[in-house]
């Protein structure tokens, strides 16, 4: 059974980066997605990456900012993101799919990792 775990996240200043890591059982052909949600609010598409790298940023928030790379030799997809604001505050977490489309609906995505806290503050 596919499992997703995250790492990378903890307190950042505006500004700053951090880099996101989701390591996966075995990475396979699955698209990876990329979500977060910060306190009281719904869970946010930020990406989704196909098993070929090429990505698709849905967060117009985060556009020019995060970047993802996905390494299938070593089952790990990352989200840099850099120049970060306090409005990316959020647990963030990776899922995957077996579809062949990307998705910017959790619904799609059936495995999902336990999150990772980032907080962006002075």
């Known amino acids: 059974q596919l499992q997703l775990v995250e790492s990378g996240g903890g307190l950042a200043q505006p500004g700053g980066s951090l880099r996101l890591s989701c390591v996966a059982s075995a990475l396979d052909d699955y698209l990876i997605g990329w979500f977060r949600q910060a306190p009281g609010k719904e869970r946010e598409a930020v990406s989704c990456?196909?098993?070929?790298?090429?990505?698709?940023i849905y967060a117009d928030s985060v556009r020019g900012r995060f970047y993802v790379s996905r390494v299938n030799a070593e089952n790990t997809v990352h989200l840099q993101m850099d120049r970060l604001k306090p409005e990316d505050t959020a647990i963030y977490y990776c899922a995957a799919t077996d579809n062949t489309y990307c998705s910017a609906f959790a619904s799609d995505f059936t495995t999902w990792g336990q999150g990772t806290q980032v907080t962006v503050s002075s």
């Open positions: 990456t196909k098993a070929n790298g090429n990505a698709v």
